[in-house]
């Protein structure tokens, strides 16, 4: 009975317009157009300077920040009120002010008298620009009294950083497993659910019922050839981003497969639990899409979960997605081991037997 | 435990309710085994809940009774193994074609892969369709589906078979041709449940019963249910008790 049931379902999956398109696009989209689209990386800060000095030393700070990469020199300014025009009309994101006698009170070391403005109109934009600007001055520091022998102009400022597991602080790396999490979260809650209701929809899940197929198996075949694909997804998201970008998991890739194993179970649940309470696709979209933005936004995927408010962060303990993006980013960029991220696994393991119970308790009940 | 007797169905005191709604209201009857029995009643009547308990698809609130010799309380497993059952709703899929739809259905039924071939042939020669053997059954003429359907209803050689407004919808040529194909189940031993909204089947049955507010309000051959309401036809016949029980409810 299984045979035949599984050889309709995969039938029609790879007959229907849609799907099978899309199970190939997914990685490819994910991969090689997402992570640069998602990238949090700030470019081409518009810089506008004052400098009043004119000297060497003056010159030499100015090419630091500028030789960054990171700022794009718009303007050399006579007057701090003309900067201030161009930050006011947009032209300048960011303005360095440079007062006279910069030169010979840095080499005396009595004073710095460099001042930074930022627009944080947009609050992380800014934050950086002026985090950028401040390490840029750093390096001209250091600079200054290795190359010249010269005393540091002040002994205090001596900040050594040092970025662990994603030294280049590069987004796309830190970003390609949480893109997986949403696609794999994608084909095996919301692709199914969608699935059992049209059969809904259509009547054709009346004559199953009518037939010896028992419900779980109905089910259970309508769901494997998403897994199958969640699989597939997940193997060449992982291809390509080794083939196109040279990133590979740092962990056993098998902790991968099996985080999203104990993913898959949950949204598995889900996706039935959906089916369940919609009674047609349009109902089932609704839901979906409230509960798509929920698991995104609540996820930690894009802003850290640590620099939520405490109720926030309650909020995201009920997320399963929370769990398996952490657990994922924790296998590739990390190298952990299940031991050392269990309670992900906890967290999936609780939330997926409330979610299984739930489902099928309301799945008897629905018929 | 399966209780033989000369009834497909026997049913007594069967009640289901929705909350306050009482949908089928203390129903008792038989289907004898061979017939084809119509089961005729407005629409809201309760016919569709009535027939969804009888397939093992819902649980009576209350009330007994065997479908094939299984309890309806208890053998509901037992009972989908033993009826065929066709839906005014498409019981195909359409992105199959015609042969998969039997291969599928054949599977679902325990048919081995060379029974399930042997079956297939027979019936697409039955149905002429072996040119249409793998034309998606979405693309067939609706008549052609409801022959289809029909046919996979029956793959198993089930002892009942449930139609549920099985002509909806088509030409009075093809009804026909649909109700020679239940005559010659009929004749092979099968037992017909049907419902329809055509008078002129209702007269091809060889017992109607009529439905009105979840109860039974008649039931009989076609020949006394016009004898005894003074009626020309089944139409009448219907009108007459259903025109009876609007006016009670605006009392």
């Not at chain 1, 969640?230 to 962990?251: M, N, Q, S």
Request: net charge neutral; aromatic share 12%.
């Amino acid at each position: 009975m299984w045979k035949y049931l599984l050889e309709k379902e995969f039938k029609q999956f790879f007959r229907d317009p849609g799907l099978p398109r899309m199970a190939l696009a997914f990685p490819v989209l994910m991969m090689l157009v997402f992570p640069f689209a998602v990238s949090m990386e700030i470019r081409n800060i518009n810089l506008a300077v004052v400098d009043s000095d004119r000297s060497e030393e003056s010159v030499r700070l100015l090419e630091k920040c500028t030789s960054s990469g990171y700022f794009r020199l718009v303007s050399l300014c006579g007057s701090p009120e003309e900067a201030m025009r161009l930050m006011d009309g947009n032209k300048a994101d960011a303005i360095v002010t440079i007062s006279s006698g910069f030169g010979t009170e840095t080499a005396l070391g009595t004073g710095f008298p460099v001042g930074i403005k930022v627009n944080t109109v947009n609050g992380t934009r800014g934050s950086i620009a002026a985090q950028y600007l401040q390490n840029c001055v750093m390096m001209y520091l250091q600079d200054r009294s290795q190359h010249d022998g010269l005393p540091a102009v002040s002994q205090t400022v001596d900040i050594s950083e040092k970025y662990y597991f994603n030294s280049l602080l590069d987004y796309k790396l830190f970003m390609i497993p949480a893109l997986i999490v949403m696609g794999i979260t994608m084909i095996t809650a919301f692709l199914p659910s969608l699935n059992i209701v049209s059969e809904k929809e259509s009547g054709t899940i009346e004559q199953m019922n009518v037939t010896p197929v028992s419900k779980s198996a109905f089910i259970i075949c309508k769901m494997i050839p998403y897994w199958v694909i969640a699989f597939f997804v997940l193997t060449a998201c992982l291809l390509i981003a080794w083939a196109v970008f040279g990133y590979v998991c740092r962990g056993n890739v098998l902790w991968l497969y099996l985080y999203t194993f104990l993913d898959i179970v949950v949204m598995a649940a889900l996706g039935l639990l959906i089916s369940n309470y919609s009674n047609n696709a349009q109902q089932a979209m609704f839901v979906i899409w409230f509960f798509a933005v929920i698991f995104i936004l609540m996820s930690g995927i894009f802003t850290p979960v640590a620099s939520m408010p405490d109720w926030a962060r309650a909020i995201t303990c009920l997320n399963p997605m929370r769990y398996y993006a952490d657990a994922m980013r924790a296998v590739y960029l990390k190298g952990s081991t299940p031991a050392d991220i269990w309670y992900d696994a906890a967290g999936l393991a609780a939330i997926g037997s409330v979610m299984v119970g739930w489902a099928i308790a309301s799945y008897r009940k629905s018929l | 435990m399966r209780i033989m007797g000369n009834n497909a169905v026997e049913i007594k005191g069967l009640t289901k309710k929705f909350g306050n709604f009482t949908a089928v209201d203390n129903i008792s009857f038989e289907v004898r085994k061979g017939e084809i029995f119509g089961f005729l009643g407005a629409n809201g009547a309760g016919k569709t809940t009535a027939m969804r308990i009888l397939c093992g698809l819902s649980r009576p609130t209350s009330g007994e009774g065997t479908v094939a010799g299984y309890d309806i309380n208890t053998r509901q497993e037992e009972i989908k193994r033993h009826i065929g059952y066709m839906s005014q709703k498409f019981s195909l899929y359409p992105d199959l074609t015609v042969r998969e739809n039997i291969r599928l259905f054949g599977g679902i039924y325990g048919l081995r892969d060379r029974e399930i071939e042997e079956k297939t042939d027979a019936l697409l020669g039955l149905l002429e369709m072996r040119r249409e053997r793998d034309k998606f059954a979405g693309a067939l003429p609706l008549g052609w589906k409801q022959k289809l359907a029909f046919s996979i209803a029956m793959i198993h050689d089930p002892e009942l078979v449930f139609l549920d407004e099985p002509t909806g919808g088509v030409d009075p040529e093809t009804r026909r041709r649909f109700w020679e194909m239940i005559y010659e189940a009929s004749e092979s031993g099968t037992t017909v449940f049907v419902t329809t909204h055509y008078m002129d089947e209702a007269e091809y049955c060889d017992r109607v019963s009529v439905m009105t507010d979840g109860k039974i309000a008649a039931l009989g051959s076609p020949e006394d249910l016009k004898a005894s309401y003074g009626a020309a036809d089944m139409d009448e016949v219907f009108r007459t008790i259903v025109g009876r029980a609007g006016k009670e409810d605006r009392k």
